[in-house]
């Protein structure tokens, strides 16, 4: 079986009544109330319509969902933060694993939708499942590939810690599954918390994009244990407010390996940045997505939820 860091099977979740999650905004600082709040919807289906159609077309298969039960969840769009999946390959048990995660906020945890669930628990033979979602009870979080940021070839798992991103059950997390982990505190450029780990950074096949001027503790470690397996490009604080941490590495047809990310952080990127990703993958698969980013606080990495 072949080992990839980056997947070509995805899930994504088209949104469901999209708007300004007031829960979420409470620590997502990159979350912004709309002028017109009449449209937002409409755009960001939109949005994440041609967003879907661009990344099918170059052949990445996509499991797409789209909610009609009438329950309102407007950050559904991002179901990476609900669950993970890991090949047997992975993880110490040998064993196709699900992970489902405890999540912060009381209509995010609605996203667990059962016909969801059942997909993926039916999707791949001797499925281990790895149920967290009890530890809401306790008011411990961990979000999914939003908290971490995973080297799967290494058995790596990157935290930045924070009220989402529970330390303790990280660990518990990474034992369970054979992971070494990697924590660390990283804050914005107004010096709050960053909220989840893949705002700041995403772990390519050969290349590590990080905002280590973010990082405020532990700095050394993360670069060290980065650079030993991946070439490092370094982001700045206002590239990252463009999103150029949350993009997500892809395979299409042929296995050819594509950087997924938005309008802004492909604008952002400079042409020597541009050009050292494109020694590590085949091409940029990039939309504009404006209104996703700023109403919902997320980038098209938190929309992908990768299946292995």
Avoid at 48 to 55: H, P
Avoid at 134 to 146: F, K, P, V
Wanted: aromatic content about 8%.
């Amino acid at each position: 079986m072949s080992k990839n860091q980056s997947s070509n099977s995805i899930l994504m979740v088209e949104p469901n009544h999209f708007e300004l999650n007031l829960q979420a905004v409470v620590d997502n600082h990159f979350m912004n109330t709309p002028k017109d709040a009449s449209n937002v919807h409409d755009l960001a289906v939109k949005e994440f319509t041609d967003y879907y159609n661009e990344i099918t077309s170059k052949g990445v298969k996509i499991e797409l969902f789209k909610p009609k039960d009438g329950i309102e969840t407007p950050d559904c769009l991002f179901p990476n933060n609900w669950f993970s999946t890991h090949a047997g390959w992975e993880v110490e048990s040998g064993r196709n694993t699900l992970v489902l995660y405890p999540m912060c906020h009381l209509n995010r945890r609605l996203e667990r939708r059962s016909n969801i669930i059942e997909f993926l628990k039916n999707r791949v033979p001797d499925l281990d499942i790895v149920d967290l979602t009890d530890r809401e009870n306790q008011g411990i979080y961990l979000e999914g590939t939003g908290s971490f940021v995973l080297d799967r070839i290494q058995r790596v798992a990157y935290i930045c810690i924070s009220q989402r991103s529970n330390q303790q059950l990280a660990e518990e997390w990474a034992k369970r599954l054979g992971y070494r982990l990697v924590y660390f505190t990283s804050v914005d450029s107004l010096g709050k918390i960053v909220y989840h780990t893949n705002v700041v950074m995403a772990i390519c096949s050969g290349l590590a994009i990080v905002c280590l001027d973010s990082v405020s503790e532990r700095r050394k470690e993360l670069e060290e244990s980065l650079s030993k397996y991946h070439t490092v490009l370094p982001i700045t604080q206002d590239q990252v407010s463009k999103f150029c941490g949350n993009v997500i590495e892809v395979r299409g047809n042929d296995d050819k390996k594509y950087l997924v990310c938005s309008q802004s952080s492909y604008d952002a990127f400079t042409p020597e940045q541009k050009e050292l990703i494109l020694k590590h993958v085949s091409g940029f698969i990039v939309k504009h997505i404006p209104t996703i980013q700023s109403v919902g606080g997320g980038g098209i990495r938190c929309m992908i939820a990768e299946l292995f």
